[in-house]
């Protein structure tokens, strides 16, 4: 069984940071792809972070100066710092990861629960 726990969400004044990590265990795995998605009351589901081993990583626009996402396989997680947080970023945070076995093939994709973040003006 494949979990994946985040933590690092809570209360933040406007302009503060926060660091959220997600573990990932329960298989033989390597992290293929990962990412950050973010869901505020009432609207949909929208992507904030993501990147894929090997690759660059891509972010949500108005984002790209104050957010950066990254991985630490010795820990089989994977984290997102957001700087000078906005109110208008509060919200759900979901965690995104697709997990490859070690003899390779196509990767499985896996969803935490989602933390919440809340910026206050």
């Known amino acids: 069984q494949v ?3 985040e933590s690092g969400g809570g209360l933040v004044q ?3 940071s926060l660091r959220l990590s997600c573990e990932v265990s329960g298989s033989i795995f ?3 792809y990962w990412g950050w998605y973010r869901q505020a009351p009432g609207k949909q589901r929208e992507m904030v972070a993501v990147r894929v081993s090997g690759g660059a990583s891509n972010y ?5 100066d104050r957010f950066t996402i990254g991985r630490d ?3 089989n ?3 997102l710092k957001m700087n000078s947080l906005k109110p208008e970023e509060r ?3 979901y965690c995104n990861v697709g997990l490859r076995g070690v003899v390779g093939g196509t990767s499985s994709d896996y969803w935490g629960k989602g933390i919440k973040v809340t910026v206050s003006s």
């Open 3 to 5: 979990q994946l726990v």
């Open 14 to 16: 406007a302009g503060g």
């Open 30 to 32: 390597t992290i293929n």
């Open 60 to 64: 949500e626009d108005s984002v790209k």
């Open 73 to 75: 396989n010795d820990k």
């Open 77 to 79: 997680t994977v984290w």
């Open 91 to 93: 919200g759900d945070y």
